[in-house]
């Protein structure tokens, strides 16, 4: 059987604040987010669905995510949101519509949906406020995703906000990592045959990195990227562009492709007019791979 492609955009880290002039790091988050929204509804080819691996807003607060809701409501695409260690899964569960999935907790954002026969898994890292900005997987949630991880089961691609394994900078190893990120590795393990990759957020970088033969990429933050060169001890910026990422699913392969985009500024001059980004081929169907049984090469 040939599987058919199934494409996502994967945005993370939009921290977008009570106002739409709110600055986080001197950077204004909510202009690129509406340009990020902007670009994937003028994606020259549709994706089946977006996956914002958390830090939607920088604080918990109605305001924040009620903007948060608006601007997302915009996409003529389902999106899945993952909690940020900034994030509630309480709100994001109150505030933002997702699309079909299957909820595998009460209290943690944790479940499942499948598209063309995929199988996409969205884990809850969110530790207590004590161990943030660490993440943390319960025992509870760990349990679930040991029968989730299964060896046989469909092609399978699992989001989550933290990164499990160091990136050789002092400061983001010692404060960003899963804590029982070995724990939740082996649990990857069971499922490695039929494992795409991991994708997260959190660290603000575009970042791929191989561990036991599996996959685990970030996305850049949609408004700022952190630097974490070797041997720093605080964290910083760079002023390198807002980024997200375009992932092709095609047959045994996971294609992925980073992208930039110039930064947006929020200033009194806004009008409501934006200038949106060219639309090419966009609204065309995806052409979908179905094999023809009279043909038999
Ligand atoms: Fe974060």
Redesign the pocket.
């Known amino acids: 059987m040939i599987s058919l492609p199934t494409y996502f955009i994967h945005i993370s880290?939009t921290h977008i604040g009570p106002t739409k002039d709110y600055r986080r790091h001197g950077f204004a988050s909510y202009p690129c987010a509406q340009k990020m929204v902007d670009i994937i509804n003028a994606f020259p080819h549709r994706p089946d669905f977006v996956i914002h691996t958390?830090?939607v807003v920088t604080n918990p607060h109605d305001d924040s995510y009620k903007l948060a809701a608006e601007l997302f409501d915009q996409l003529d695409v389902p999106i899945y949101f993952a909690t940020?260690?900034?994030d509630t899964a309480k709100d994001i569960r109150k505030f933002l519509k997702m699309g079909p999935k299957t909820d595998l907790m009460d209290d943690e954002l944790v479940y499942r949906f499948d598209v063309n026969g995929e199988r996409f898994l969205v884990i809850d890292g969110r530790a207590d406020d004590t161990l943030d900005?660490h993440g943390n997987i319960s025992e509870p949630q760990l349990e679930i995703l040991r029968r989730e991880c299964s060896a046989e089961g469909p092609p399978l691609t699992i989001f989550l906000?933290?990164p499990l394994w160091p990136i050789n900078s002092t400061w983001f190893d010692s404060h960003m990592m899963v804590i029982n990120a070995a724990e939740l590795h082996d649990v990857f393990l069971q499922a490695r045959n039929r494992l795409r990759g991991v994708f997260h957020?959190?660290i603000h970088m575009p970042l791929q990195m191989v561990k036991d033969g599996i996959s685990y990429t970030c996305a850049p933050s949609t408004f700022a990227q952190f630097a974490a060169w070797p041997g720093a001890t605080q964290p910083a910026f760079v002023p390198d562009a807002p980024g997200y990422a375009f992932v092709q699913l095609v047959g045994d392969q996971t294609i992925v492709r980073q992208h930039t985009f110039e930064r947006e500024e929020f200033s009194d001059e806004d009008t409501a007019e934006r200038t949106l980004p060219q639309a090419v081929g966009f609204r065309e169907p995806i052409r979908k791979v179905v094999p023809d049984p009279t043909k038999t090469e």
């Open positions: 880290d958390g830090d940020g260690n900034h900005p906000h933290y957020g959190h």
